[in-house]
């Protein structure tokens, strides 16, 4: 697929790899639907992909909330004429042990509120707007291209029983939707990164991000343009399919 005057909707598009995503995309010539539950960060970016020459429209909804991500495919399609690419990225973190225990004290457990939050983010909400995208894009007749992003962490990651899970979940849907949504003209990939230097690792202490750089193979942490780059090569090669492309330096957890 030409990236040219073709339309892209990104969740989680306020900052981080979302952000990243669109200004890449942008700079191709794709039109970009900036969607994020904060609407104050969707101004930056939108005029990141507005210096690029794009044309960009903000709109703020729940991903996880099915009328809001209904709402905005809708919308996206009413205001460019055309959707194309739907880029699942909203994401969030309640890391935790499953339970915590000392010398054989029983002290803590991993909330269900804190599970059940990662698990609609991160999981129901790509669901949802894989849905949405599907159904637009099939009355539109031009076919299209999903990409849901996954992590390195659906390997499973220490302390994150509920992310690594909604990971590992969205890998599976990924490739359930590449069988199901090929006849329709739609593919479904996904993106797995590793550790990327987004707003998350830059709250980290110096120490920390060392050590974690030491333990990938090419020594240091990802840059969000790298994950922007592969975004682009899926969308542009109509024969990746059904696959997640891994982001990650080599890392193994």
Known sequence: ??????????????????????????????????????????????????????????????????????????????????LDVSIANAGILRDGLLVKARDGEFLDKL??????????????????CGREAAEQMIRLGNGGCIINVSSISRHGNFGQSNYSAAKAAVAALTVVWAKELARHGIRSNAIAPGFVETEILAAMRSEILEKMAASIPVGRIGRPEEVAHAAAFVIENDYVNGRVIEVDGGQRL
């Open 1 to 82: 697929m030409e990236l040219s005057d073709r339309t892209v909707l990104i969740t989680g598009a306020g900052r981080g790899l979302g952000a990243a995503m669109a200004v890449g995309l942008a700079a191709k010539g794709a039109d970009i639907a900036l969607v994020d539950i904060d609407a104050a960060t969707l101004a930056d970016t939108r005029s990141k992909c507005e210096s690029q020459g794009a044309r960009a429209r903000c709109y703020t909804a729940n991903v996880a909330d099915e009328d809001q991500v209904a709402a905005v495919y809708a919308r996206t399609v009413r205001d460019f004429g055309r």
């Open 111 to 128: 909330s269900l509120s804190d599970w059940q939050a990662v698990i609609d983010v991160n999981l129901t909400a790509v669901f949802l």
